[in-house]
């Protein structure tokens, strides 16, 4: 998990190949807690508080509009798939849901 972490914002396309190992572990990653899903996954690239005390960490797996190479044609369309990471109310990783983000089409 040292690459994934060192990937952040997916700019090094590292995680690409990651992402089926990932799949692989999510059972033993629902029900962690925020402080322990860092140790194996890293600081998220992004993080949002919602009602109830829920929480989503985002963790892009191709490159998002942060990095360098953000000309790519997947950062200028908006495709691009990352991890989303939802905590309960009580701290606990509760879903984790690969997306594909398309956010600039017409």
């Known amino acids: 998990m040292k690459a994934w972490k060192m990937d952040r914002n997916g700019c090094e396309s590292v995680r690409t190949g990651m992402l089926e190992d990932l799949e692989k572990i999510k ?13 194996i996954l890293g600081k998220p690239d992004f993080a949002e508080l919602y009602s109830r005390n829920q929480k989503f960490y985002t963790y892009y797996i191709d ?13 200028k369309t ?3 798939r990352l991890v989303q990471i939802r905590f309960d109310a009580i701290n606990a ?12 089409k017409k």
């Not at 059972?27 to 860092?38: H, Y």
């Not at 942060?66 to 950062?75: D, G, L, Q, R, T």
């Not at 990783?93 to 600039?104: A, F, L, T, W």
């Open 27 to 39: 059972p033993k990653l629902e029900g962690l807690d925020e402080i322990d899903l860092r140790k």
């Open 63 to 75: 490159a998002s509009e942060k990095c360098e190479n953000s000309n790519s044609e997947k950062v």
């Open 78 to 80: 908006g495709e691009r």
């Open 93 to 104: 990783v509760n879903e984790i849901v690969v997306i594909r983000e398309e956010r600039n």
